[in-house]
């Protein structure tokens, strides 16, 4: 199975700021990364697919890079709405997994 | 509208049987991928499986094969996870989600259920 290390687990931090977040894959997954972000007692929601590509209705401020083992999903500036479990998932090869996700609450 | 209605919340004793369902509506039912993913208590995201309701093609993750069938009904739109045998580390919220094809046989899980809470408890 191809495992993904995202990073930080937990991240503080303010309305406004610039945030990153980082996912590693135990092995070259190509672009075929999704982001998703969930709130506490909500189903997740898609933010990004294809490691860059923007899902339908998703704000600007966030943005999505990389290729092979390492990917990024940047949120340009913070909104109180932000804060919430962000999850990276490879859908390169089965079994589909997730990573540990991370964290990000406000300072 | 897309939307994947999931069934409600089940209490059962370890050993008992268990179906769950999920229903779409809103986009046609055969063309897309539907799988399960399990999140425990205050725990993270994990895949268990899919299945193709045109022909009920199914893929499981590892870690769930064995444990849980997952199934269709494509007439009336259903997609099913079940177990014969639950165990207390069953416990947990588990999400139906399309699994949508954007490029070859890769995926994006564009619409979700709202989750069904399992609580398995002597």
């Known amino acids: 199975d191809i495992q993904l290390t995202q990073s930080p687990s937990f991240l503080s931090a303010s309305v406004e700021d610039r945030v990153t977040l980082t996912c590693r894959a135990s092995?070259?997954?190509?672009?075929?990364l999704a982001w998703y972000q969930q709130k506490p007692g909500k189903a997740p929601k898609l933010l990004i697919y294809?490691?860059?590509t923007l899902q339908s209705g998703v704000p600007s401020r966030f943005s999505g890079s990389g290729s092979g083992t390492e990917f990024t999903l940047t949120i340009s500036t913070l909104q109180p709405e932000d804060f919430a479990t962000y999850y990276c998932?490879?859908?390169?090869?089965?079994?589909?997994?997730f990573g540990g996700g991370t964290k990000v609450e406000i300072k | 509208e897309v939307q994947l209605v999931q069934s409600g919340a089940e209490v059962k004793k370890p050993g008992e049987s268990l179906k769950m369902s999920c229903k779409g509506s809103?986009?046609?039912?055969?063309?897309?991928?539907i799988g399960w993913v399990r999140q425990m208590p205050g725990k993270g995201l994990e895949w268990m499986g899919n299945?193709?309701?045109?022909?009920?093609?199914?893929r499981y993750s590892p870690s769930f094969q064995g444990q849980v069938t997952i199934s269709v009904d494509k007439s009336i739109s259903t997609a099913y996870l079940q177990w014969s045998s639950l165990k207390a580390s069953d416990t947990a919220i588990y999400y139906c989600?399309?699994?949508?094809?954007?490029?070859?046989?890769?995926?994006?899980?564009?619409?979700w259920g709202q989750g069904t809470l399992v609580t398995v408890s002597s």
């Open positions: 989600a399309r699994h949508a094809l954007y490029t070859g046989r890769r995926y994006k899980l564009d619409f």
């Open positions: 809103g986009y046609t039912f055969t063309s897309h991928w």
């Open positions: 299945i193709f309701p045109g022909d009920s093609d199914t």
């Open positions: 092995q070259g997954i190509n672009n075929y």
């Open positions: 294809a490691a860059s």
């Open positions: 998932q490879q859908v390169n090869s089965y079994p589909l997994t």
